[in-house]
């Protein structure tokens, strides 16, 4: 694991940006595993501006995010569908066609999972895997578990997520119980992985990812097994490194 330690989320959000830049500018074609939540706003936002510039397109990018809510369709604020496209996909080339994450109106479990990973398959491997880090340690909506689940799955929240991320809804009450995530395979087959992690509140666990045991317990701990992995963490992220 290479771990980038920045001063704060401004220049975590630069560096993540160039970090992605480079993978666009590398190969334009490339396919891009994305993810949700606060941690890569900032850098969506430097990648919009480099589009809007000229230094990069997404004409020709293939994305797959990790994971959505079970429940809410694309047009709800809080969809990962409705964050992708305000955050990131509506400002840029990229074709919207081009761009999947777990269809979260599929009331099936079994059919929206198996779908998944055929959209994961068909898609020829992920170039680049951009990952947040849960409170919990979670990667996507993996919770901690008594295993790693191989496969796109459904996941009843923890209280812990459920919290972590009431922040995002007007009441905790209004946070979905369930989620489709992407599983191990998924993630870690892609060929190289960026972690952006922000914040005191993350310190704890991310001293256990990168230094702990590998446990499932823990799910960002298999990332150590990973061949490449950066970690982008801020001072406070980064403090008990
Ligand atoms: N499912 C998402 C994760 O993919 C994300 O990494 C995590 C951390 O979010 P934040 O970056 O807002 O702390 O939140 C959500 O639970």
């Known amino acids: ?8 989320y401004e220049e975590l959000s630069k560096k993540g940006a160039q970090f992605i830049a480079a993978q666009i500018i590398m190969k334009p074609n490339c396919v891009l595993g994305l993810a949700t939540g606060g941690s890569p706003v900032g850098t969506y936002q430097r990648l919009i501006k480099a589009y809007q510039d000229g230094s990069i397109s997404f ?7 990790l994971d959505e809510y079970k429940g809410l369709d694309g047009t709800h604020p809080q969809s990962y569908r409705y964050f992708m496209n305000t955050n990131l996909f509506d400002h840029v080339d990229i074709v919207k066609e ?13 059919k929206a999972c198996t779908d998944y990973e055929a959209i994961i398959d068909g898609v020829g491997g992920i170039d680049l895997q951009l990952l947040g880090l ?7 909506f993996n919770e901690p578990n008594t295993v790693f689940e ?4 459904c996941v009843e929240l923890t209280q812990s997520t459920i919290d972590a991320n009431t922040r995002y809804f007007n009441s905790s009450d209004e946070v ?9 395979r998924g993630i870690l087959s892609a060929k190289k992985i960026l972690v952006l992690v922000s914040g005191s509140a993350k310190a704890s666990i991310l001293a256990q990812v990168v230094n ?5 317990e823990v799910p960002a701990s298999i990332l150590q097994l990973h061949p490449d992995v950066t970690i ?3 001072a406070e992220a980064a403090a008990l490194l």
């Not at 081009?98 to 079994?110: C, H, K, M, Q, V």
């Not at 849960?134 to 996507?140: A, D, P, S, V």
């Not at 979905?176 to 191990?184: H, I």
């Open 212 to 216: 702990g045991p590998i446990t499932p």
């Open 150 to 153: 191989k496969n796109t799955h």
């Open 98 to 110: 081009n761009t999947y994450l777990p269809d979260g109106l599929e009331p099936d479990s079994e």
């Open 1 to 8: 694991m290479v771990i980038k330690k920045v001063t704060d």
């Open 232 to 234: 982008i963490a801020d």
């Open 176 to 184: 979905p119980r369930q989620a489709y995530t992407m599983g191990y």
């Open 134 to 140: 849960g409170h919990n340690g979670h990667i996507g």
């Open 59 to 65: 004409k020709d990018i293939t994305s797959v995010n």
